[in-house]
């Protein structure tokens, strides 16, 4: 039964592991295209621009707008990098310090037992099925 159960498992996680490179193999490809895009819709902009403009005020636009995004998108990632982390919100320090509360007051076979019993779970289930 427990070897049915093991087979379950490694098969849906085969699976997921599967599927998940697959979508991420497409994602890679849309980036890859929205960037010829970009490149494409660019160009064009410039080529229009440069009737309007000159060439040289065309591609001096074309930078500056770039330039301009890129600023944006990078300030915004830094914003995003900063911020506080949900693990420094007094509700979270609290519940923090009465983990460590607990954990001073635990006995050795209550930090032992769990780990005792993941091991032997791990012998019986993680062993080659026999042929």
Known sequence: MLALITLAARLAM????????QASALFAASVVFAIIALIG?????WIWLAHLLGPIGAAL?????????ALICG????????????LQSPAAQ???AE???????????????????AALLGMFLGGKPKE
């Open 75 to 86: 300030l915004l990632a830094r914003i995003r990098l900063r911020t506080a982390s949900p």
């Open 99 to 117: 983990l460590k509360a607990h954990n001073a007051e635990a006995s050795l076979f209550s930090l032992i037992g769990p780990a005792l019993a």
């Open 41 to 45: 819709f660019a160009a064009a902009l």
């Open 14 to 21: 085969a699976h997921a592991a599967r599927r998940m490179a």
């Open 61 to 69: 636009l074309v930078g500056a707008a770039g330039l301009v995004l």
């Open 94 to 96: 609290t519940l923090l």
